[in-house]
């Protein structure tokens, strides 16, 4: 499979769009690769600044509502712009991969931003600028990949890597949703406190780990270069969270059960 300039249509700005993305696909890849690394490396100095890390010294911030939805609506849209301008769009396999994309950005775009209380920390314009960024990067290389340059083979459905990737993105996508459901629950009650069910028996953040599974199990169903990078960068970012996350825990909240990992159950 390799990167194809085929495809485009439509509307002038999407051919456009087509055109560059499929001009400059494999430097974007590498490119998401290197944002990995720098993130892993600048977070393990600095913890982002959202939510119960939130700190002064950030500059102007936005309502967290907003905020979210303005960080995460590139990679909805910047999805389905692509998708839309590609020649396979109309084809099973990549409007089933688009189908899972969709169905994950458009409940983290619009439905947990819908979800967060009003008394949701507000968000810094740096750290919504750098996600929107990002998105922008992501979600457009990532349509190209499974509606142009993949060009699936007539068997890919019942292929063991689309079939058991699915599985891990389901399974990732429902782990992440049920956490993030339980946390806001406990948040919409008032003061921060120790989430319990779920996986939270295991892990202190069972919504990154659900995050992480998804993108892997993207990566495979896809067999994508871009999904390797995404789910690669979702690692750096996420990791040393869960760490800032498993101290904070311990620090706050003196009688946090001991065996409960940060991340990964029984290991780490
Ligand atoms: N793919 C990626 O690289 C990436 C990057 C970042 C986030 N995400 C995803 O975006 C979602 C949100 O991320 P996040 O970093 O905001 O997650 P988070 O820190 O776990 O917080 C999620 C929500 O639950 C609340 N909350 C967390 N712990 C709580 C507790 N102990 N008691 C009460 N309320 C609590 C938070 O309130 P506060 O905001 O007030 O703390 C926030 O509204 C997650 O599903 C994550 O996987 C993905």
Redesign the pocket.
């Known amino acids: 499979m390799s990167a194809s300039a085929a495809g485009g249509g439509g509307l002038p700005v999407l051919s456009a769009l087509h055109a560059f993305v499929a001009a400059n696909f494999h430097g974007a890849v590498l490119l998401e690769l290197a944002l990995a690394v720098v993130t892993f490396l600048a977070l393990r100095w600095i913890t982002a600044p959202?939510?119960?890390h939130a700190r002064p010294g950030w500059g102007p911030t936005l309502p967290?509502r907003v905020g979210w939805a303005v960080m995460e609506l590139p990679a909805l849209l910047g999805f389905v712009a692509l998708f839309a301008a590609s020649s396979g769009r109309g084809e099973r396999v990549p409007l089933l991969l688009g189908t899972l994309w969709v169905l994950h950005y458009s409940q983290?775009s619009l439905v947990?931003p819908a979800r967060?209380?009003p008394?949701?920390?507000p968000v810094p314009l740096v750290v919504i600028a750098l996600?929107m960024v990002f998105n922008a990067l992501n979600a457009p290389i990532n349509a190209y990949w499974v509606a142009e340059a993949a060009r699936y083979p007539a068997g890919w459905l019942g292929d063991p890597r689309l079939i058991v990737g699915g599985v891990v993105f389901c399974a990732g996508l429902a782990i992440?949703w049920h956490?993030?459901a339980l946390?806001?629950r406990?948040?919409r009650a008032g003061?921060?406190?120790?989430?319990q069910g779920g996986l939270f028996r295991w892990v202190s953040?069972p919504?990154?780990l659900?995050?992480m599974l998804e993108?892997w199990g993207w990566a495979l169903a896809a067999w994508s270069p871009a999904g390797v990078a995404f789910a690669l960068?979702?690692m750096a970012?996420?990791i040393p969270?869960a760490a800032a996350?498993h101290r904070w825990?311990h620090q706050r909240f003196p009688d946090y059960p001991r065996d409960r990992r940060a991340l990964v159950p029984l290991l780490w």
């Open positions: 959202y939510g119960r967290a983290r947990f967060l209380p008394t949701a920390r996600g992440n956490a993030d946390l806001l406990l948040r003061a921060y406190g120790v989430p953040c919504n990154y659900g995050e993108w960068y979702t970012n996420l969270r996350h825990y």
